[in-house]
């Protein structure tokens, strides 16, 4: 059975950092594209970040220049590393393949005040 499991959320404040990692079991996902998704309340999930199989990332006009997408096939990891993060980013965030294949994780709580 496939589980993605996303970590590494929090409650920061405007201006501040965090990295989230995702880590998935019973498969391996070194040949997918992946990407990180976010849903904020009361709006529709969003891809915020993707990166190839051979490390090639892609952003969100939103995010860009922010964020950073890495990924260790080795270890079957992607990170997020999320910087000057602003409010509108408060969001539960997501992994999963792009275009998305697995089963949705529980996500990530992350919460930037003002």
């Known amino acids: 059975q496939v589980q993605l499991v996303e970590s590494g959320g929090g409650l920061v404040q405007a201006g501040g950092s965090l990295r989230l990692s995702c880590a998935a079991s019973?498969?391996?996902?070194?040949?997918?594209?992946m990407g990180w998704y976010r849903q904020a309340p009361g709006k529709r999930r969003e891809l915020v970040a993707r990166?190839?199989?051979?490390?090639?990332?892609n952003y969100a006009d939103s995010v860009k220049g922010r964020f950073t997408i890495s990924r260790d096939n080795a270890k079957n990891t992607v990170s997020l590393q999320m910087n000057s993060l602003k409010p509108e980013d408060t969001a539960v965030y997501y992994c999963?393949?792009?275009?998305?294949?697995?089963?949705w994780g529980q996500g990530t709580q992350v919460t930037v005040s003002s």
């Open positions: 990166i190839t199989s051979g490390g090639s990332p």
């Open positions: 999963n393949s792009f275009p998305t294949f697995f089963s």
């Open positions: 019973g498969t391996t996902f070194r040949f997918n594209a």
